[in-house]
């Protein structure tokens, strides 16, 4: 009975290996982020209407992609390909509802969702940052 028992847990312990697969969504940094969106500035002013989109330089990986959802819902993205290295074609470009990389592959991801577009399929859909709504048309985005 015993060496049933310690068969059995033998295969448990040494049956269950790591999951060996490296992260394929690990290009992004884990920055820091805590920004202050305030739609009664000008350059937040198209976020009060619904499916606009602002990019904005500095916070994130390589700035941060703010979306108009609805009234008073908004995303928040890194402005920065997850299935690109940070580099100088890796920051994403707003095109309607799209943001577009500059790389050769020219990654195409949805700005309601996060997902990629399109026929070239890849591993990693857009990092989401936290959007808290303060009230008076002002939110803080942050991680």
Known sequence: MKKV????????????????????????????????????????????FPVNAVRVEGPGNNGLILVAVNSGTIRAWDGSDPNHAPS????????????????????????????????NPQPCTLREYRVTALGNNQFVVNN
């Open 88 to 119: 100088s074609c890796s920051g994403l470009m707003i095109n309607g509802l799209t943001a577009t990389c500059g790389c050769p592959d020219g990654n195409e991801y949805e700005l309601l969702s996060g997902q990629i577009v399109g026929n």
């Open 5 to 48: 028992a310690f068969l059995l847990l033998s295969i448990l312990f040494f049956g269950c290996a790591g999951d060996d697969r490296p992260n394929q969504c690990s290009f992004l940094l884990n920055v820091g982020v805590n920004f202050n969106v305030n739609l009664n500035l000008p350059q937040f002013n198209q976020l009060q």
